[in-house]
């Protein structure tokens, strides 16, 4: 355990009991990566600063549903904001063409709390992303990156939206087999 | 294979955020009952966790956090112990807490009066057109049972939006008239408990309305009457939401 996640967990904790001060710590710690995620889904600013507040209140809320055994703090946090954020992105009415984003690349990872687990994970997550082919990674990416629907995915690839779902299933189940059984 | 049967398929396109809105709210809404597609939605959630360090960070606008405490102010908060996490001490408090707690509800269950056979009740929350009827949406926006055992009302969030600044109010009010009962605030964020009011006789929940306003943040008194109704339902015997 990375010691950025120890002292988040620890903050966490406090939070969990109404420290407000831990919750200022907690926040100044993750605003810039939850900022980013739920920003760069849904690429409207005041949209993103309401949602923001609301993933923090949540936060705030379930902090003592926190379980370290699942996720590292920032993952659940990360978790936390991008499901935040795709519930909004759902209330939007479905972009353009022009309004679709690309994805050439993958993002650089610039991870402060990773571990030697965590990278380990991550090499896999890749690989594995890697086996589906670059088109259907491709959309993939699209999706977990920019909350791409399968009707957006279907316009920016020029396929009917059934064939969407097919092939995004089909990755799926690829990945899962490629990455294993993560139940508890 | 219907969606229905692939629990896994649609676990992981809730995940990876390919579902459409309403796909995305039924989902939602069945991983609280159906243990198999929330477990498998938290599966997903894990394998996928790393893909989560390549989003580029961003500043938010430095007039964010005091907002977000002022969110906080109003907002009841979730309790929950994950055995994982605790140590023996809190344990020891928390099987201490469940002892209590228990015997307090079996000395309740004791002393209260019986509910005369009143079955539980649920009801589904949609949205008021403005002919003063519920809208024909797939979604309720809120889900309410009554315990008759107990008299208390769980009231879950379904399709509902949270507006800045403003708050749900939960009323009943009698099908053949009068002035609407306040029960209290209620969350679109998590499930809420309140009393059924004890002015309001359990036999009468099925010929009640309960109605859902929208309030400003900071709610008048509990004599002031409700702002505009938003959402509304009834309670009736059948399947729990």
């Known amino acids: 355990m990375s010691v950025a996640n120890t002292k988040l967990e620890a903050a966490l904790e406090r939070v969990a009991k109404g420290d407000t001060a831990a919750f200022r710590c907690v926040y100044d710690a993750t605003h810039m990566k939850l900022y980013g995620i739920v920003s760069r889904i849904l690429d409207r600013r005041e949209l993103a600063d309401e949602v923001l507040q609301e993933v923090y209140v949540t936060i705030w809320q379930r902090a003592g549903e926190f379980d370290r055994e699942i996720a590292s703090p920032i993952t659940w946090m990360a978790t936390i904001a991008r499901n935040r954020a795709l519930d909004e992105a759902r209330r939007r009415p479905m972009r353009s063409i022009e309004e679709l984003p690309e994805l050439l690349e993958l993002p650089g990872d610039d991870n402060p709390y990773a571990t030697a687990e965590h990278n380990e994970r991550a090499q896999q997550v890749h690989a594995c992303l890697d086996k589906l082919g670059p088109d259907r990674k491709q959309i993939f990416l699209l999706a977990y990156f920019h909350g791409l629907t399968r009707d957006e995915i279907a316009v920016r690839i020029g396929r009917p939206t059934a064939t969407v779902k097919t092939w995004l299933r089909r990755a799926l189940a690829q990945l899962k087999d490629c990455l294993g059984d993560e139940r508890r | ?241």
Request: no cysteine; charged share 20%; net charge neutral.
């Open chain 2, 1 to 241: 294979m219907s969606d229905g049967d692939d629990i896994e398929g649609l676990a992981a396109e809730y995940v990876l955020g390919t579902l459409d809105a309403a796909e995305r709210q039924a989902v939602g809404a069945r991983r609280r009952t159906e243990p198999e597609l929330d477990s498998a939605i938290r599966a997903w959630e894990a394998r996928l966790s790393p893909l989560s360090e390549h989003f580029p960070q961003a500043a938010p606008p430095s007039d964010l956090y005091p907002k977000i405490l002022a969110r906080l102010d109003s907002r009841p908060r979730v309790l929950g112990f994950r055995a994982g996490s605790m140590s023996s001490r809190r344990i020891l408090v928390g099987g201490i807490s469940a002892l209590a707690a228990s015997l307090l509800v079996f000395v309740g269950w004791l002393l209260a009066p019986r509910n005369d056979g009143i079955a539980n009740l649920n009801a589904q929350l949609h949205r008021v057109v403005d002919a003063g009827d519920t809208a024909d949406e797939t979604l309720a926006a809120f889900f309410v049972s009554l315990n008759s055992a107990s008299k208390v009302l769980t009231i879950k969030p379904g399709s509902v939006r949270p507006v800045p600044e403003r708050t749900y109010l939960l009323s009943l009010a009698a099908q053949a008239g009068g002035s609407p009962i306040r029960v209290g605030v209620i969350s679109p964020y998590k499930e809420m408990i309140l009393p059924w009011p004890s002015g309001v006789p359990l036999q009468e929940a099925g010929n009640m309305w309960l109605l859902v306003s929208i309030e400003p943040a900071s709610p008048g008194s509990a004599t002031s009457p409700p702002g505009r109704v938003i959402f509304k339902g009834q309670l009736a015997s059948g399947r729990r939401p």
